[in-house]
């Protein structure tokens, strides 16, 4: 199933390509500089490929996509710790108890405005 013009076949067996490598191809000339035998290396990373994808036109293969690692997108956000202690209700799973809403200010402590009359209020106070 070889192409034409791949290589050559010597009177023991062996079969000989030649190949090229871009030079801007970093990864791959790293690759082949880090290996004490390039041929066996080679013929080793062509056996993982084939356990991997099969007998297969690698660059012609289709691609998959991995799954996604860590966390899922938009999970930057956190939620804000609390600034105080926490309640007794929030700590035995009850809802929280909302501070009640502000007493309606007495009719005698309005002016005429509907503003509230400080000397009323502190008349009020001193009263208590």
């Known amino acids: 199933m070889g192409h034409r013009g791949t290589g050559w076949t010597d009177s023991s067996g062996t079969r000989h390509l030649r190949w090229s490598v871009p030079t801007a191809d970093q ?15 080679l013929r080793q990373a062509i056996r993982e490929a084939v ?40 700590t035995s799973g009850q809802a929280p108890r909302h501070p009640a809403a502000p007493a309606p200010m007495p009719a005698d402590l309005i002016d005429e405005d509907g503003r509230v009359d400080m000397n009323a209020l502190m008349m009020a106070a001193t009263r208590r």
Do not use: M
């Not at 790293?30 to 290396?41: N, P, R, Y």
């Not at 356990?51 to 939620?79: C, E, F, K, M, Y």
């Open 27 to 41: 990864t791959v000339q790293q690759w082949i500089d880090a290996q004490s035998d390039v041929g066996t290396s």
């Open 51 to 90: 356990a991997a994808h099969g007998i297969t036109d690698l660059p012609n293969q289709p691609v998959h996509q991995q799954p996604r690692r860590g966390r899922p997108r938009g999970s930057r956000t956190r939620t804000p710790k609390p600034t105080t202690a926490p309640t007794p209700a929030a």
